[in-house]
C-alpha cells in the first residue's frame, strides 16, 4: 500500500522560511521514472503545481516561484523536503505531496498525501 | 510555457445528466493530459491519465477523449457522489499545469 502524508509547521511568519517534509512508504524514489512533487492550494482556490523532483535526483520548479523553492531527498530515503523561502500571506495554502511513476503508468501524479494547511501570517 | 484553458469555471447538474467539461493547452501536449476530481476537504484523486485511461476503480462513466490542444471530460448518468470539483493537468512538459478547475453542483 502506497501512503504519503506531509508534514512540518501549521503558521509561519511573512519572511520566515517554510521547510515541508513528505514521508511516504509502498514505493522507492530510486526506482527509475518515479518521481515525487508538491501541489498547493489557497482556500477555495485552484490546485498549483510548485514542482518535483526525480528519482534521478532531477527536479523541476514552477517558475514563479523557482527562486524561493527547493525540493530535495531527505536523509531518510522515504522523504522529500519542501523548502520555501521568504514566505508571504499569500503562500496561505494547503500543500501536497504526490507521486508520478512514468515508467509504469503515467507522467501524473497518481497518489496524494491528505494536505497539510500553512497559515502565513505574523 | 503552456497555459491550460478549463472551462466551464462551474456548471450545475441534476442526477443522470451527461456533463462534459473541457480542457484547451495552448500548444500540442501529445497525451500528457490527466483529470482529477476533488471533493472538499479532501485531496485530488485521478480519474483518467494519458487523456483517455481511465485509473483502476473509476466508474466506466467516466470517460476522456481528445488530442494535441483540445480536451475533454465527460460524466455520463451523473451519479450524487460526483458533485465536486474537477481539474485537468497538463505534464507533457515542464512546468507541469493545471486547469482552473471547474465545479459540478447540484440544480
Known amino acids: 500500500q502506497i501512503t504519503l502524508k506531509e508534514s512540518g509547521p501549521t503558521l509561519v511568519k511573512p519572511t520566515q522560511t517554510l521547510t515541508l517534509t513528505c514521508t511516504f512508504s509502498g514505493f522507492s524514489l530510486t526506482s527509475a521514472g518515479v518521481g515525487v512533487g508538491w501541489i498547493r492550494q489557497p482556500p477555495g482556490k485552484a490546485l498549483e503545481w510548485l514542482g518535483h523532483i526525480f528519482w534521478n535526483d532531477n527536479e523541476r520548479y514552477s517558475p514563479s516561484l523557482k527562486s524561493r523553492l527547493t525540493i530535495t531527498k531527505g536523509t531518510s530515503k522515504n522523504q522529500v523536503l519542501l523548502t520555501m523561502t521568504s514566505v508571504v500571506p499569500a503562500d496561505t495554502a494547503t500543500y501536497y505531496c504526490a507521486r508520478f511513476d512514468g515508467y509504469t503508468t503515467s507522467w501524473s501524479f497518481d497518489l496524494w498525501g491528505q494536505g497539510t494547511l500553512v497559515t502565513v501570517s505574523s | 510555457d503552456i497555459q491550460m484553458t478549463q472551462s466551464p469555471s462551474s456548471l450545475s447538474a441534476s442526477v443522470g445528466d451527461t456533463v462534459i467539461i473541457t480542457c484547451r493547452a495552448s500548444q500540442d501536449i501529445s497525451n500528457g493530459l490527466a483529470w482529477y476530481q476533488q471533493k472538499p476537504g479532501k485531496p485530488p484523486m485521478r480519474l483518467i491519465f494519458?487523456?483517455?485511461d481511465l485509473d483502476s476503480g473509476v466508474p466506466s462513466r467516466f470517460s476522456g477523449s481528445g488530442t494535441g490542444t483540445e480536451f475533454a471530460l465527460s460524466i455520463s448518468s451523473l451519479q450524487p457522489e460526483d458533485f465536486a470539483t474537477y481539474y485537468c493537468?497538463?505534464?507533457?512538459?515542464?512546468?507541469?499545469?493545471f486547469g482552473q478547475g471547474t465545479r459540478v453542483d447540484v440544480k
Open positions: 494519458a487523456v483517455s
Open positions: 493537468l497538463q505534464h507533457n512538459y515542464p512546468p507541469w499545469v
